[in-house]
């Protein structure tokens, strides 16, 4: 949100990758060609690959309480069109509810009419949170298969407890902002034992587990962490 504020307001499009990918082919193009063609896309992706050339699950499922609970295939098989299959290999674009946010291409008076990212969320669910408020909006998200990119999954962060719990912070920063309380409290019971019953493959899940039952606080956030040097640059 600060970089894209130096951005020539007269363009037609904003493009955010993440600086573990590389693209393979010509991606700008290809993704600005499919956009002038759509005008109901607030954003679109290319298809991801990892760093061995495998292709990878591209976009998702915005959280619901059926899908968490129900699962993903029941929910899938009531309503394919929200729910599109996210293995099928595509060879012509398709809409989704949201794409993997590591290449983003936003339609800029989309972007800019509903604010921008909402920058709460630090590392973790601004995708789905910005698909929600487009399509809020009218404008909906796509994959676009024949632009190709490759992520080196995991290589700009490195797992720990507290990159993990950043997720859940963000995770339930979108919970709050739309779904009810009812909802919420399912969600975090469903999170809850879902960590809880692993804690003995790995103590980590037994602190998430603890950190969500206790409200998963965004003051705990890595991002009140962050420190800037004297040379002007965030550590």
Known sequence: MLGVQFADPQVDYYYFLNNDCMLRTDVCSQLASFMDATPDAGLCGAQMFDGTGIRQITFGYLPTLGSKILGHGFVRMLNPAIYPPTREIYTEPVRVPFVMGSTLFLRASAFNQIGGFDVAHFLYIEEEDLAKRLLRAGFFAYLVPQAEYVHFTGQSTIRNYDVDK????????????????????????????????????????????????????????????????SDNRAS
């Open 166 to 229: 950043e997720y859940y912070i963000s995770l339930f920063h979108y919970f709050r902002k739309y779904h009810s309380w009812p909802a919420r409290a399912l969600f975090r019971a469903y999170y809850f034992i879902k960590n809880g019953r692993k804690f003995r493959r790995d103590p980590i899940y037994g602190r998430l587990a603890w950190f969500i039952g206790r409200g998963s606080p965004m003051r705990e956030s890595l991002r009140y962490r962050q420190i800037i040097r």
